[in-house]
């Protein structure tokens, strides 16, 4: 009598000897859509070797055109889209086969990004606190919105001491004087202002701070 033991109702798992990765994007980090060059992927099967006629991209549902470029153990497979259109998310599968008929496939859920320039120059203000809020949607898996802000402070405006040349006369009369700006850059339609300190007449007595103003008109 032979005994023995049975293994019921186990589950095998498959080895694979295909190997799918690398994948790429034919630009740097973010893309306009017109400038999207190609997808690539690498798919190696060292033990088997890799079918290029059973392995191709599979865009949204639709088996697309492929091209492979030989590498070690396999290719890298290209595919160019002729335009890239979608809800808020692009589903790319590789379907890899090898010479034995093994099937792999590898799904991957590109999302779509925002590159924004704020070109318009605004003057804040000196010493000013500016609020910036940001909101993003993720229409992957599980559809949600995020938000963040952050804020930042401008710069107060840097006071100078400024030369100043006073011309004496015999008698006494009012004395004028001229200043000598750091910096001719002034802005339209802004108001600036001159703190005259520190004067002295010869006898040691000091002049109260006298404070003005104006303002650059603007010409058009």
Known sequence: MTSGNANLGATIQPTWTIFIDNFSIGVEEWILEPDLNYFAVDVVDPTHGISTSGTYFIHDGQIVSTTHSGMSGGYRCYYTPSGVY????INLTMHAENT?????ELTFHLLYGYNLEFEKLIDWGPKTEVVTTIQASNLAFCPNTEGDSFYFETEELPSYD??????GVVKHVDLGATIYPQSTFFF???TYTITVSGVKDFHGNIMDTYTFSFRVENPI
Do not use: K, M, Q
């Not at 400024?162 to 011309?167: H, N, P």
């Open 100 to 104: 034995v008929n093994e099937v792999r």
């Open 188 to 190: 339209y339609d802004r």
């Open 162 to 167: 400024l030369g100043a040349f006073i011309e």
């Open 86 to 89: 979608s809800d808020g998310t």
